[in-house]
């Protein structure tokens, strides 16, 4: 598939740090003085932080991407140093990578003896560590929030898994219903088909208005599932849309892939995109359609 990723000029990068606030994925960290993409895997390539760069150390390249590899990617990152290999693996403990996170250190393990710094060193940082605000002041906070100030940007597309959720035992009930929601982001142009939370799942790709038409989305149709979202006639640049569907079948190997459409004639896009990604991508899987009427009944449910 092809991928919009940022490429950092170390010559240019004066290490202001202004591009880092602008990553609303916290793929960008300041480290050792410079700009450096920690997790090329959170990288959207939505290009926030180019125009924040004054220098124009910043650029976006769209170039094909195999599918990620955590081994090629902290292999990349030694040369960088200590401080950056931190980073990364914080990162993806962060963000509950686990699986990148055990290849990225069984990588590390079995290359032991090439390091230039002191491994025991990295693991026990690491093993110690918490999730911290962006500007490394030290308060503590869950891995589904973030606080922002000093100028820090919206965490709002920042990836993360919820894992296993339980219920607030403190403060206000706000809701009565459970939320089944096991990620973020959730709009199709947003998500990273390489996210761990994708792999070996059941995708339920829905239609924008689908969730505010069904009183139940949560409990009868969106349990056990992940979740993207997208409005076939309001959204633009469907490639990108074939692209990352074509990635989550390929690359991320779900399992099925439910389509929930409205039945208003413009809707049936929807399923066209997942029909031309299954036509694009190496595997098969199977395709479940469920077509909604705009007064909340189920009007289709069939395997195409």
């Known amino acids: 598939m092809k991928r919009d990723i940022i490429t950092i000029d170390r010559g240019k990068c004066t290490g202001c740090g202004i591009c880092v606030g602008g990553c609303h994925e916290g793929a960008l960290q300041l480290i050792d003085g410079k700009a450096v993409l920690v997790s090329e895997l959170m990288c959207d390539g939505l290009g926030a932080c180019v125009g924040d760069c004054p220098e124009g150390a910043i650029t976006i390249e769209h170039r094909e991407a195999e599918a990620y590899d955590e081994s090629v990617t902290i292999d990349k990152m030694v040369s960088n140093g200590k401080n950056t290999v931190i980073a990364h693996l914080k990162h993806l403990k962060d963000y509950n990578e686990k699986e990148y996170l055990r290849q990225g250190v069984e990588w590390l393990l079995a290359n032991r003896s090439n390091l230039n710094f002191n491994l025991d060193e990295v693991m026990q940082e690491v093993h110690n560590h918490s999730k911290k605000d962006a500007c490394g002041c030290g308060h503590q906070e869950s891995v589904h929030t973030q606080h922002q100030h000093h100028g820090e940007g919206c965490p709002g597309s920042a990836a993360r898994s919820f894992g296993n959720k339980t219920v607030m035992e403190h403060g206000p009930q706000m809701v009565s ?93 929807l399923l066209q995109l997942a029909k031309v990604a299954m036509e694009n991508a190496k595997r098969k899987v199977p395709i479940k359609m469920i077509t909604v009427g705009i007064q909340g009944d189920i009007l289709e449910s069939t395997w195409v």
């Open 177 to 269: 219903g459970k939320s089944e929601l096991a990620h973020w982001p959730v709009q199709l142009h947003l998500i990273n088909p390489q996210s761990g939370h994708f792999r070996g799942s059941n995708l339920l790709l829905a239609a924008d208005c689908v969730a505010f038409s069904l009183g139940n989305f949560h409990g009868d149709f969106l349990k056990g599932k992940t979740l993207a979202i997208a409005c076939p006639k309001l959204d633009t640049n469907k490639e990108s849309y074939i692209e990352k569907i074509t990635s989550l079948i390929d690359d991320a190997q779900v399992d099925t892939i439910t389509v929930m459409r409205m039945e208003v004639p413009c809707c049936g896009g």
